[in-house]
């Protein structure tokens, strides 16, 4: 890339950022605002104990120790019928059971919604998957399913970008082995969820050493994603022969 691209490259992400970051800002004012209002409409112990575990998060931790099975149940559902949106669900892991736990209950949620999720698929066809992925995805990815190997899985569920849950449908549909597109499922999004586990355990105060240092590591390679994310983008729809949406 010559420098006077490069130059041109980081104007557009930083104009686009502040694009991004003045509306969240009015956001920010709204919501602050909406919750300064609430004062006079919520009950005052209810305050009182949102206030009393917004200061103490160790407390807020220690109300969801326990439910690991519930926790991970509750991953297995988003996959398979997306109650809650997977990112949520995974930063709360890490909220509550700290990065390395939250990391690890996360993914193991993730497999097994995804493994019944090809496994439906094999087992009834066609027919379920158009009833559970929009008819404009399938369209996208159908060059994936006659043709996709475990490597275009792979890169599939490592990409944020695009609907990781839906694939899993599709993934049931090739001649792939299941077990296989299992430990590649697990490969390929144990990244991003290690990512808002960690961010998650930053909030609730879990920081170790080697925590941090894995932050710092995942901080670096964000940016580098954030400033070639348009080149990596359309080399992974080319290589993969992705429709775009």
């Known amino acids: 890339m010559k420098k006077q691209d490069f130059i041109d490259l980081l104007r557009r992400k930083f104009t686009s950022l502040i694009m991004i970051l003045i509306p969240?800002?009015?956001?920010?004012?709204?919501?602050?605002?909406?919750?300064?209002?609430?004062?006079?409409?919520?009950?005052?112990?209810?305050?009182?104990?949102?206030?009393?575990?917004?200061?103490?998060?160790?407390?807020?931790?220690?109300?969801?120790?326990?439910?690991e099975w519930l926790f991970i149940m509750i991953q297995v559902l988003q996959v398979i019928i997306a109650p809650i949106p997977g990112q949520a669900a995974a930063f709360a892991g890490g909220f509550i059971f700290g990065f390395w736990k939250g990391w690890g209950l996360t993914t193991l949620g993730l497999v097994i919604g995804s493994l019944i999720a090809m496994v439906l698929a094999r087992l009834l066809g066609i027919s379920l998957v158009r009833k559970i992925v929009p008819e404009s995805i399938i369209r996208r990815f159908d060059k994936v399913i006659s043709d996709g190997g475990y490597m275009t899985f792979f890169m599939i569920f490592l990409l944020p970008a695009l609907p990781d849950d839906a694939v899993c449908f599709l993934a049931g549909l090739t001649k792939l082995k299941i077990l296989p597109l299992s430990l590649?499922?697990?490969?390929?999004?144990?990244?991003?969820?290690?990512?808002?586990?960690?961010?998650?355990?930053?909030?609730?105060?879990?920081?170790?050493?080697?925590?941090?240092?894995?932050?710092?590591?995942?901080?670096?390679?964000?940016?580098?994603?954030?400033?070639?994310?348009?080149?990596?983008?359309?080399?992974?729809?080319?290589?993969?022969k992705i429709k775009r949406s």
């Open 24 to 67: 969240a800002f009015v956001i920010m004012i709204i919501i602050t605002a909406l919750l300064w209002a609430l004062k006079f409409v919520i009950p005052e112990d209810i305050i009182s104990s949102i206030s009393y575990y917004a200061k103490n998060p160790a407390e807020l931790q220690k109300l969801g120790q326990g439910s």
């Open 184 to 240: 590649v499922c697990l490969l390929g999004r144990a990244p991003g969820m290690a990512v808002l586990s960690l961010t998650g355990a930053g909030f609730a105060g879990g920081f170790s050493l080697s925590v941090k240092i894995l932050f710092a590591v995942m901080m670096v390679l964000s940016v580098i994603l954030w400033l070639f994310w348009e080149i990596i983008e359309q080399w992974v729809y080319d290589f993969l």
